[in-house]
């Protein structure tokens, strides 16, 4: 028989090795002789081979000639056949584990099988046995887990065939089953084009959860003493990687019908990455239906649906999940958000989408979520509208190319909220980190809609409008004044447009048509609600009331000719200010925009007011310049009320005399108006540590 090996390799030396050095690694191997139970006669063998090298490399003569023989192409040894078994031994010492393996278990078929109790089948089976298992090692260290795998098999096999070394078979058995997630990462990585391999182990991976008793493993399996659940987790997390959305729905699901909790929440996660990533609103709400089915210990269940919730667009349903979330952490960061309430649930659905939801999975590109092109895509739009049509209500969509308001009666739908399932669990759902100061929930109270009443009082319709209108537009906040802001996020301004002519397309049905060209002429600002004819004369005795009996010298406007006083307005950093602070804040917003449109100072009111309100102001002396005008504005506070008060919003009821005049920029006189008493609801919220004005609406 010819091995595989030559003279240097079987002794342990390097070709270039001394006949020092030969000598002492030949007494070296004669000490090392195994001891795992081969026969005295083989390892007397082995060392008659092992002197014969020794004495053949450190003769000179010798040695030159089987070096000339190498450099001439020879390659291997014979052995006779009463030392091939001695060979195949020191062949596997060599570091020639899967040679020695492959040659053994040739030798133990027919026609060369060993006669039979033999001590030649003796050691050939356990040769074959250990060689067997050291080429499992061999292959598992270069990572060849699925060909490590096939030599435990072989050996396992053989054994059983020759009825031999039970201890030694169980052995390896055991290291068989400890390899078990290595083969099936193994045949999970490979290319896809290797269909076979991956398809074989994704049925290895499904046989072992399912023996394991699901995904929690709840089985006493053969693996517990090989994979923990600390172990499997960690494996689990590198095996998604390599599997598609498809796949992992489709095992998730089989898992859950079996009684695997974790497999629906899960497969819930993998509905909603295929839903997001493929633009398929319908497997959202498929993803929906089996989060609300499950009773998954540790779990707030609530912000996921209304995460799913806003992708579809119903914004109040999705407010209303967030609030009703079981974790403190999460609603103290929502509540004290420094921006609205809506762009805080954006961030945390897209916080969520990245870091939950779009991972893990071998056909999703795993990449920055853009919320704006979710909605901006057709296919949602067109799903969305289906939706609305089918649930007969008004949905919140925008559409960049063109926004279709449609005049639908409107029936409000609500949905019985799933039981609280506990706090939100951090391994599966890392969140923002919350700002953590206490906070005093704000409930919003509905103003109730009576039609017959509103009909017989269109003007007051309209201010209810109005109202509404405002109290959204504070919900947004600053937010939808930031205009870098709304670069990125245009959706919401869609959102915001839509309302507003939804509530004008009302609210045009319901007013008189004397009152319509006046309704078209309201603007949100602090004017009287009916346009004035700039040809009829003040009311005298209003005018003189306001000018001889200011409230507030603060606000007295002077003619041209009076230079401006400066004044400095301080942030307002009270957590509970007083009516008074409020009062002396708002004085401070009149007088500044006062003088800006009258052209004698500039606007900078940063500290206490909204930069939304001061680009408004702004735009509107803009607009004045370019008409050649300017105002003259004397507003005097006569009385101010609390309505509501929370840590993050307060708002104020004010009464004021309000006397406008327009004047051209020669000097010329173009209309005045005036109004005892100008009505006008002021709305401040907490930002940056400070009360800022951000919005008010006037003629309530």
């Known amino acids: 028989m010819e091995l595989p090996l030559d003279h240097f390799r079987l002794i342990g030396v390097s070709p270039s090795a001394t006949s020092e050095e030969i000598l002492r690694a030949f007494q070296l191997r004669l000490d090392k002789t195994p001891d795992e139970g081969f026969t005295y006669e083989?390892?007397?063998?082995?060392?008659?081979?092992?002197?014969?090298?020794?004495?053949?490399?450190?003769?000179?003569?010798?040695?030159?000639?089987?070096?000339?023989?190498?450099?001439?192409?020879?390659?291997?040894?014979?052995?006779?056949?009463?030392?091939?078994?001695?060979?195949?031994?020191?062949?596997?010492?060599?570091?020639?584990?899967?040679?020695?393996?492959?040659?053994?278990?040739?030798?133990?078929?027919?026609?060369?099988?060993?006669?039979?109790?033999?001590?030649?089948?003796?050691?050939?089976?356990?040769?074959?046995?250990?060689?067997?298992?050291?080429?499992a090692i061999q292959e598992q260290q270069l990572r060849s887990y699925s060909n490590a795998a096939d030599f435990l098999n072989e050996g396992i096999q053989l054994l059983q065939r020759m009825g031999k070394l039970g201890d030694l078979r169980k052995e390896?058995?055991?290291?068989?089953?400890?390899?078990?997630?290595?083969?099936?990462?193994?045949?999970?990585?490979r290319d896809l084009n290797d269909q076979e391999s991956h398809k074989k182990g994704l049925s290895m991976l499904e046989n072992l959860i399912i023996k394991r008793g699901g995904l929690e493993g709840n089985n006493e399996s053969e693996y517990k003493d090989y994979l923990n659940q600390q172990e499997f987790e960690s494996f689990f997390q590198q095996i998604k990687p390599f599997l598609t959305v498809q796949e992992q729905i489709d095992l998730f699901l089989e898992l859950q019908k079996r009684g695997s909790l974790e497999a629906g929440f899960l497969a819930f996660l993998s509905l909603t990455a295929i839903g997001f990533s493929g633009r398929k609103p319908e497997k959202l709400f498929e993803a929906r239906r089996i989060l609300k089915k499950l009773n998954l210990s540790g779990l707030d269940s609530m912000p996921l649906v209304g995460s799913l919730d806003l992708l579809l667009?119903?914004?109040?349903?999705?407010?209303?999940?967030?609030?009703?979330?079981?974790?403190?952490?999460?609603?103290?960061?929502?509540?004290?958000?420094?921006?609205?309430?809506?762009?805080?649930?954006?961030?945390?659905?897209?916080n969520w989408l990245e870091n939950d939801v779009l991972v893990g999975y071998r056909d999703i590109d795993s990449k920055e979520v853009d919320l704006d092109s979710w909605f901006e895509d057709r296919e949602i739009q067109e799903f969305i509208e289906k939706l609305e049509k089918k649930s007969n209500k008004i949905a919140i969509r925008p559409n960049l190319q063109n926004q279709q308001i449609e005049k639908e009666s409107v029936?409000?739908?609500?949905?019985?909220?799933?039981?609280?399932?506990?706090?939100?669990?951090?391994?599966?759902?890392?969140?923002?980190?919350?700002?953590?100061?206490?906070?005093?929930?704000?409930?919003?109270?509905?103003?109730?809609?009576?039609?017959?009443?509103?009909?017989?009082k269109p003007i007051e319709f309209y201010n209810f409008l109005i109202e509404k209108i405002a109290e959204l537009k504070f919900s947004f906040g600053e937010f939808l004044n930031d205009k870098e802001i709304i670069n990125r996020s245009p959706y919401l301004i869609y959102i915001y447009a839509f309302l507003i002519l939804f509530a004008f397309g009302i609210g045009i049905g319901f007013l008189r048509?004397?009152?319509?060209?006046?309704?078209?002429?309201?603007?949100?600002?602090?004017?009287?609600?009916?346009?004035?004819?700039?040809?009829?004369?003040?009311?005298?005795?209003?005018?003189?009331?306001?000018?001889?009996?200011?409230?507030?010298?603060l606000n007295s406007i002077p003619d041209k000719s009076t230079p401006i006083?400066?004044?400095?307005?301080?942030?307002?950093?009270?957590?509970?200010?007083?009516?008074?602070?409020?009062?002396?804040?708002?004085?401070?917003?009149?007088?500044?925009?006062?003088?800006?449109?009258?052209?004698?100072?500039?606007?900078?009111l940063i500290n206490i007011v909204s930069k939304g309100l001061i680009d408004r102001?702004?735009?509107?002396?803009?607009?004045?310049?370019?008409?050649?005008?300017?105002?003259?504005?004397?507003?005097?506070i006569r009385k101010i009320d609390l309505e509501s008060q929370t840590s993050s919003r307060i708002v104020v009821l004010v009464e004021l005399n309000y006397l406008e005049r327009i004047v051209k920029n020669s000097g010329e006189f173009v209309n005045e108006t005036s109004l005892i008493p100008l009505k006008v609801k002021y709305i401040l919220g907490f930002s940056n540590k400070s009360w800022k004005l951000v919005d008010f609406v006037s003629g309530l």
Do not use: H, M
């Open 617 to 636: 102001t702004i735009e509107e002396r803009q607009n004045d310049i370019k008409k050649g005008i300017y105002k003259e504005i004397n507003s005097q």
């Open 172 to 189: 390896l058995e055991e290291d068989l089953v400890a390899l078990l997630p290595y083969r099936i990462l193994d045949l999970l990585s």
């Open 313 to 350: 667009a119903d914004i109040d349903q999705a407010s209303a999940r967030f609030s009703s979330s079981s974790d403190e952490n999460l609603r103290d960061w929502l509540n004290n958000y420094p921006g609205n309430k809506l762009e805080a649930i954006c961030i945390f659905c897209k």
């Open 411 to 456: 029936t409000k739908t609500t949905e019985d909220f799933d039981n609280l399932l506990g706090n939100i669990d951090e391994r599966r759902l890392p969140w923002p980190g919350g700002i953590k100061q206490d906070y005093e929930k704000v409930e919003i109270k509905e103003n109730q809609f009576n039609e017959e009443y509103f009909k017989k």
């Open 42 to 135: 083989v390892l007397t063998q082995r060392s008659e081979l092992l002197r014969l090298t020794a004495d053949l490399l450190t003769d000179p003569e010798s040695r030159r000639e089987y070096e000339n023989l190498l450099l001439n192409g020879k390659s291997g040894l014979d052995f006779s056949s009463n030392r091939e078994v001695a060979g195949l031994i020191l062949l596997w010492e060599s570091g020639l584990p899967k040679d020695a393996f492959k040659i053994t278990r040739k030798v133990l078929q027919p026609p060369q099988t060993p006669a039979l109790g033999s001590s030649r089948e003796a050691d050939l089976t356990l040769l074959a046995a250990l060689t067997a298992r050291d080429s």
């Open 513 to 553: 048509n004397n009152l319509k060209k006046s309704i078209q002429e309201v603007t949100i600002a602090e004017k009287p609600l009916v346009a004035i004819d700039k040809n009829s004369k003040p009311n005298e005795k209003v005018v003189q009331e306001i000018k001889k009996n200011p409230s507030s010298q």
């Open 565 to 604: 006083i400066s004044y400095e307005f301080k942030e307002l950093n009270t957590p509970s200010p007083s009516l008074a602070d409020i009062r002396n804040l708002i004085n401070g917003w009149l007088l500044s925009k006062s003088n800006y449109l009258a052209g004698k100072s500039e606007i900078n």
